[in-house]
């Protein structure tokens, strides 16, 4: 018998889920092994060019606020931590998973830089215990709307012009078109790639559904969801991916503010906070 739920069922035979590239898997099994030392970090790490680049733009950028510049793999891999590096290199594995890279990809992929940059702010605010870990969250929240647009682009097209010319959700469009959403299949993306349950939690319900995760673990995994949500009310709000901002759109009021404990005061700095850094950081943050 058949215990999937239909709609995991539906993505798992019909959707092609992309595996982890090669050097993001070899760093996330060095970062996993307590035995691992920087030196081989440094070596994987040196094989892939770009990623290379990447990790020495960021740790010399405002975002990071080193005063001396860094000039070489092994201080910056000190100035980051492990887990950054984690991060930058599913960045850049979750931008490859795109068959084809138009405006609708552009705006898919800086929506979730703005996303991973807001989650990453939100948590520092609220003195979340782990940063990084939010961070890689927004980063991956959307990362089912690119595995659908892969494989039914035509089909997702019509989710898009709904959003556009209806002004409804993707999460709503997509529910109506397919009968499932993007969070359920990012979700499986992320269980794919053996990244933590927490993390899969949070994708999954970073649209409804938090609030049952924040009675059963109001700490960590209930926190999660809810700054991936409100990251995401905030780049709507500001238009990051998106053909135009929403500034009637009410963040203050949201379940995830709410929830959070955010005061209107502490919102407004968030979104200030999270424009100024985006608009400083969104080229250092987007790879090749």
């Not at 959707?15 to 307590?34: F, G, R, S």
């Not at 931590?81 to 998973?97: D, F, H, S, V």
Request: charge should be negative; glycine fraction near 6%; include cysteine.
């Amino acid at each position: 018998m058949n215990t999937i739920p239909d709609a995991e069922n539906i993505i798992l035979n019909g959707y092609e889920i992309p595996p982890m590239p090669n050097v993001a898997q070899q760093i996330l099994k060095l970062i996993a092994d307590p035995d691992t030392t920087a030196q081989k970090l440094q070596e994987t790490i040196m094989a892939d060019q770009a990623l290379t680049a990447q990790i020495l733009k960021i740790a010399n950028s405002p975002f990071y606020g080193v005063p001396r510049a860094v000039r070489t793999l092994s201080t910056a891999i000190m100035i980051l931590g492990y887990k950054m590096i984690r991060n930058l290199a599913l960045t850049t594995a979750t931008k490859a998973i795109n068959r084809r890279f138009g405006l609708t990809e552009m705006m898919m992929w800086e929506h979730s830089i703005g996303a991973s940059i807001a989650s990453f702010l939100i948590a520092k605010e609220i003195r979340f215990p782990d940063p990084e870990e939010a961070f890689l969250a927004g980063l991956l929240h959307d990362v089912g709307k690119q595995v659908l647009n892969n494989n039914e682009s035509e089909k997702y097209m019509h989710v898009i012009e709904r959003t556009y010319n209806e002004g409804v959700s993707f999460y709503f469009a997509e529910k109506d078109i397919f009968g499932f959403g993007h969070p359920e299949v990012g979700a499986l993306v992320v269980r794919k790639w053996k990244l933590s349950e927490e993390l899969e939690n949070a994708i999954k319900y970073h649209h409804d559904g938090y609030q049952r995760l924040i009675k059963e673990n109001p700490v960590y995994m209930g926190k999660l969801p809810l700054m991936v949500n409100l990251a995401d009310l905030i780049c709507l709000k500001l238009g990051i991916g998106r053909k135009r901002p929403m500034p009637e759109l009410n963040i203050t009021d949201s379940d995830s503010a709410t929830l959070l404990k955010l005061t209107e005061d502490k919102v407004y700095n968030l979104i200030d906070k999270i424009w100024k850094n985006f608009e400083v950081e969104k080229e250092t943050f987007k790879t090749n």
